[in-house]
């Protein structure tokens, strides 16, 4: 029971991350395009914006400026993928000794 519990919170822990993303890759992507305005899109990147911009600027204050280069969706992606396979894979492990 408990293993199935664990189980299950792992995988929303998992699905979290990969949700969160495809965020921030539709965050830089809408940050590149310049579409025309729309209450709609509006709406959509100021969500993006306030869902992404608190951990991308954790990263931003320690990595430095490289010309007009934002490098910080590039390294916040590549610490979160890490995560949901580490994840999943000591979820596994904890399963098998119950």
Do not use: N
């Not at 992507?29 to 579409?35: D, R, T, V």
């Amino acid at each position: 029971m408990l293993g199935t519990a664990l189980s299950f919170v792992g995988q929303i822990v998992v699905t979290f991350c990969y949700v969160y993303i495809l965020l921030i890759l539709l965050y830089v992507i809408s940050a590149m395009l310049q579409l025309p305005y729309s209450i709609w899109l509006s709406r959509i990147q100021r969500f993006l914006y306030d869902v992404c911009e608190p951990y991308l600027r954790l990263f931003r204050r320690h990595l430095p400026a490289v010309g007009p280069l934002d490098l910080s969706p590039f390294v916040a992606r590549s610490c979160s993928s890490p995560l949901p396979t580490s994840f999943s894979v000591s979820l596994k492990g904890e399963g098998a000794r119950t």
